[in-house]
């Protein structure tokens, strides 16, 4: 007998989302007559069903963990080209930069005192230009960022798939020394 709780091949999406059972009307206390139940109603937590933002789409791998170095090309051209268009934005996003009036307009602006943020003249704008220069700064360091991970993430796939063929290379290679070893010993077997 299997226990349905802990066995991973009972499919349970048939069940209901929820689960009511009705009962007699019954008071909760006496003092209190117009409180009563008269049935309960729960969430079924024994229906199994997978969240579809965790179902792979089509085309997609899922949980595939099969690799082979063919895959692992792949999958390090994917980190690099990826990691170079991140990088070349990262560069190329100083056009935000200069629209809002340069790295200076970021800086100590002052609209008190005669200068005009490249949001304007108004009222706190000098603080609203530093606000946004700080913020430019960090989104370019983060996009940089992410691509230097991307670049070493890769460099760390291509050290792992040589690995995988230096390691397919030695089963070969013991491979051939064990089909030699076994002709051997059926060549002397044969002569003895």
Known sequence: MTDDRTSPQVDRTDQPDEIRVDTPYMPITPLAPTVHVSGITMDNVNRAQTPSGLVPGSG????????????????????????????????????????????????????????????????????????????????????????????????????VKENYETAEKANAMSAAEMERAFSQAATNGSNG
Do not use: C
């Not at 899922?62 to 051209?77: Q, V």
């Not at 994917?78 to 200076?104: C, P």
């Not at 960090?138 to 760390?156: C, H, M, P, W």
């Open 60 to 159: 997609e791998s899922g949980d595939n963990t099969e690799w082979d170095a063919s895959s692992l090309d792949k999958a390090i051209e994917w980190l690099e080209s990826h990691a170079s268009f991140l990088n070349k934005q990262s560069y190329t996003m100083v056009e935000i930069q200069d629209r809002m009036g340069g790295v200076a307009a970021s800086g100590g602006m002052n609209v008190g005192g005669g200068a005009t943020s490249p949001l304007g003249a108004f009222d706190r704008a000098g603080d609203l230009a530093r606000k946004h220069g700080s913020l430019f700064t960090t989104t370019q360091q983060s996009v940089r960022k992410l691509a230097e991970d991307l670049y070493q993430a890769a460099n760390a796939l291509r050290e």
